[in-house]
């Protein structure tokens, strides 16, 4: 299989939350804040919230805001503590402070120096997506969120309309993401060449082989010998 280059693409676009942004240490940090949760097996608590996250998701269209509040209550409930719905509230606006991993912002001004389009495909809503990027510290072109579509990945509404917004077909989309489930495998299906960025080490299953993978984004600025940040 060739593998991508950046240089062939029409368009880069990135999921963001665990590809860019360290979701999960983000998720912690603001669970760890929540008193009530103070006796509660943290470590479990934040894998469950995730499986009730997508529960949430596929319940029927939720602003993303609503979906992580909802999840954080929910989960608790099961963990035998009731939250009051502040709380809730709360949890949902930390993820405009979730940070960044290490390697993104300096990857981004690299990327950047290639003159492509960068996009983001992702879940959130904008305004929380645009606080995101301001931690990053670096534009993009265009921000595709399901607020805007009212679809949740992996559906595969944000790839059409980064399509039809630029004028591309799949194969001069080039996507980069950490998730299997909600980006690299859509992408597969849809003709898209992907990166993985595969930070767990985890096996890719056999129907949803990206075109490459990597375990870093700076494995793969040196992959492809990227320029240095100005």
């Not at 990327?111 to 960068?118: A, F, I, Q, S, V």
């Not at 495909?121 to 670096?138: A, K």
């Not at 917004?165 to 690299?184: E, F, K, V």
């Not at 949803?208 to 320029?227: G, H, I, K, N, Q």
Request: proline residues 8%; aromatic residues 8%; contains cysteine.
């Amino acid at each position: 299989m060739t593998t991508p280059d950046p240089r062939d693409a029409a368009v880069i676009s990135f999921d963001c939350y665990g590809t860019l942004i360290d979701w999960r240490g983000g998720v912690r940090a603001a669970v760890e804040r929540i008193p009530e949760l103070a006796e509660i097996d943290l470590g479990r608590f934040v894998e469950r919230r995730i499986e009730i996250e997508l529960v949430v998701e596929h319940e029927r269209y939720r602003a993303y805001d609503e979906v992580l509040a909802l999840s954080v209550l929910r989960t608790a409930a099961e963990f035998g503590v009731e939250l009051p719905q502040s709380r809730g509230r709360e949890f949902a606006a930390s993820l405009r402070e979730w940070p960044p991993f290490d390697d993104a912002p300096a990857f981004l001004q690299r990327l950047r120096r290639l003159e492509r389009p960068l996009a983001i495909l992702s879940n959130v809503t904008l305004d929380g997506l645009r606080g995101s990027v301001r931690t990053l510290g670096v534009p993009f072109d265009e921000l595709i969120t399901a607020e805007q579509l009212r679809s949740y990945k992996p559906t595969p509404a944000h790839w059409a309309a980064l399509q039809s917004s630029r004028g591309i077909s799949p194969a001069q989309q080039l996507h980069i993401a950490g998730s299997i489930a909600h980006d690299i495998r859509p992408s597969v299906a849809l003709g898209v060449p992907s990166v993985w960025v595969n930070r767990e080490g985890e096996h890719a299953p056999a129907d949803a082989t990206p075109t490459l993978m990597v375990a870093s984004l700076d494995e793969l600025a040196e992959y492809w010998r990227l320029p240095a940040a100005p």
